[in-house]
């Protein structure tokens, strides 16, 4: 009798620790599944219509926010990411100037896509830069 009752014991603690991995493993699981991406959540908002690329496309009050949000952590200071520095409106001007802004943030063939560490920027902020680089990359 002792016997089947140390094993129904030591079943029972096999069993709750099976549960409790299964509850950990499930969970780990379940917020791993999240999605963030401003693309999948919010597609009319990445895609509708863009009013910040009315009126002349300012460097200082449209283009920098950008710049600041999504590349200046990794393309600043002593060792930039891909040896590519931005953060001041000369550095900026020249890889626009060179096809390497454009074609990265657009994700085009051919070019790295940035930013790496997100998804693509909006279509809105690409129209804002896009339209800053044709109307001859001012600085205003």
């Known amino acids: 009798m002792d016997k089947r009752r140390?094993?129904?014991?030591?079943?029972?603690?096999?069993?709750?620790?099976?549960?409790?991995?299964?509850?950990?493993?499930?969970?780990?699981?379940?917020?791993?599944?999240?999605?963030?991406?401003?693309?999948?959540?919010?597609?009319d908002t990445v895609s509708g219509p863009c009013?910040?690329?009315t009126g002349t496309a300012s460097y200082a009050q449209k283009v920098v926010p950008i710049?600041?949000?999504?590349?200046?952590?990794?393309?600043?200071?002593?060792?930039p990411s891909g040896n590519i520095q931005m953060g001041t409106y000369v550095a900026d001007k020249e890889i626009a100037q060179n096809g390497k802004l454009y074609g990265c943030?657009?994700?085009?063939?051919?070019?790295?896509?940035?930013?790496q560490s997100g998804g693509k920027l909006s279509n809105c902020q690409i129209a804002v830069i896009?339209?800053?680089i044709d109307e001859g990359m001012l600085n205003n």
């Open 6 to 43: 140390c094993t129904k014991q030591l079943d029972e603690k096999k069993m709750k620790i099976f549960l409790s991995v299964l509850m950990i493993t499930v969970t780990i699981l379940i917020s791993s599944c999240y999605y963030d991406k401003e693309q999948l959540l919010y597609p």
């Open 51 to 53: 009013t910040d690329t």
């Open 67 to 79: 710049f600041q949000q999504y590349y200046l952590g990794c393309h600043t200071g002593g060792f």
């Open 105 to 115: 943030i657009s994700h085009i063939s051919g070019y790295s896509p940035m930013p």
């Open 130 to 132: 896009k339209k800053w």
